[in-house]
């Protein structure tokens, strides 16, 4: 069976729409609150931990949700169409009030900045897991890992098109010397590439003719699928799925934990322990971006060979000895080495390893009709672990040392190894040829 490409690419244009406003959102929103609306540090930060208690709880909810519709569209088109226009519409009142607030300071302008962001974070949360669960929907199960590796390319692309975007129009030049920033040239672009992405999708993929081929493919196929019916006639996972559903969404928040906290601190560890300044460490975190980058298609093949497991074991092994040949290298050294590039580099691969195979063994345990439920249950412990591992990292850094950052990313990523170990299901399953040649419709 070949993997259709073209309406892989074209599925991801919602996900590279997504990345782009969330790469300007974690980007501009903390400026805006510390510089025009002088909030201090904590305020801010609250406020930005918001999106990821909020998508705990709308991520499963909208998942399942449309799981459910039965709209003419599909299941998951409807939340991306009106998902995405309200956000548009409320992403542009966003520089808007800035600049108001800029010009004239009000409580009033204050508040209602506030209340739609908030508001914001729920459209949002509306439709990132129904337009993440398009892809498994319309991917057979032995090709998700490839797919999902697109998909991710695609994300990746749409928060590189907004850093470019962001350099070229807000360079140091042009903005040296202001009093205030408007960036509601950059959120009227942002909001471009959202109409577009989410039209291309609309457009150019027939969900409804998908979903009904996926639906044959798989009652040709029963052997594909984890779930059993029981005397009710429900479709419901066998107690040994379950365990290793649990087993997979632990792993899932533990290497979350132990990467998010690297992530957030970095920066901070690398100027306190290694005298590095901020464009350097940076520069550090970007390798480790474009390692992943780099890794997204060749570990989707990988996982198709030698099976997800394995690809995310491999994955763990090697981002856990990169934690602590970099705590090693502070015990050893006080300055920077170019050595941190490599290391960094191999940070990526291992993280890309991870990233690509994870959700697709976490929708293969389910039924199609369940897709974007289990898609929230992924996003759900992800999520809310990013909420918790920079407190515990940050508060054990400064109670204990800095040195204490890179041995927690280590301890959080061995755990993770020790719960996948024990993941049973899942994995691709071996078709026949047949039966693959069957599904491989011309694109």
Not at 185 to 204: D, K, R, S
Request: proline content about 4%; charged content about 15%; aromatic content about 10%.
């Amino acid at each position: 069976m070949k993997l259709k490409t073209g309406q892989t690419i074209r599925v991801g244009f919602a996900f590279l729409s997504i990345c782009a406003f969330w790469q300007m959102y974690n980007s501009i929103i903390p400026l805006i609150l510390t510089n025009t609306f002088a909030m201090n540090e904590t305020i801010s930060g609250a406020i930005m931990a918001a999106d990821n208690v909020l998508a705990i709880f709308l991520l499963p909810l909208f998942g399942g949700i449309s799981d459910r519709c039965k709209s003419k569209m599909g299941r998951r088109k409807p939340f991306l169409l009106y998902g995405t226009l309200v956000s548009v519409v409320l992403m542009l009142l966003l520089p808007i009030l800035d600049n108001r607030y800029a010009a004239a300071p009000s409580a009033g302008t204050k508040v209602l900045f506030i209340v739609v962001l908030g508001c914001i974070l729920v459209s949002m949360g509306t439709y990132r897991s129904p337009a993440v669960a398009l892809m498994p929907d319309v991917t057979p199960k032995p090709l998700r890992s490839k797919a999902n590796a697109i998909i991710n390319l695609m994300g990746a692309i749409g928060g590189i098109l907004y850093l470019a975007i962001a350099t070229v129009l807000y360079s140091e030049k042009r903005t040296a010397g202001l009093d205030h920033v408007n960036y509601l040239p950059l959120f009227m672009i942002v909001a471009g590439i959202m109409i577009v992405g989410m039209l291309i999708v609309l457009i150019t993929v027939d969900e409804v003719g998908l979903n009904r081929q996926m639906a044959e493919y798989e009652a040709a196929h029963p052997e594909e699928q984890d779930t059993v019916v029981d005397a009710s006639g429900e479709e419901k996972l066998p107690p040994e799925v379950k365990r290793s559903l649990g087993l997979l969404l632990a792993s899932i928040a533990l290497w979350f934990i132990s990467y998010n906290a690297m992530e957030t601190w970095f920066t901070t560890y690398a100027n306190r322990m290694w005298g590095m300044s901020l464009g350097s460490a940076s520069l550090c975190l970007t390798i480790a971006t474009l390692g992943a980058i780099l890794s997204y298609i060749p570990v989707g093949a990988i996982a198709s060979n030698i099976g997800r497991k394995k690809t995310i074991l491999s994955g763990v092994v090697l981002m856990t000895a990169c934690f602590v040949i970099c705590f090693v290298y502070t015990l050893a050294s006080d300055h920077f080495s170019p050595i941190l590039y490599v290391i960094f580099a191999f940070v990526g691969m291992g993280w890309a390893a991870i990233n690509v195979n994870s959700l697709p063994m976490v929708v293969e345990m389910c039924k199609g009709s369940d897709i974007g439920r289990f898609t929230g249950y992924y996003y759900t412990f992800s999520m809310a672990a990013q909420i918790v591992t920079p407190i515990v990292a940050g508060t054990l850094m400064n109670r204990v040392g800095y040195t204490t950052l890179f041995p927690y990313a280590a301890v959080f990523m061995a755990a993770a190894f020790v719960t996948m170990i024990q993941v049973k299901h899942g994995d691709s399953k071996l078709i026949t040829k047949k039966g693959l040649e069957a599904f491989d419709f011309d694109d």
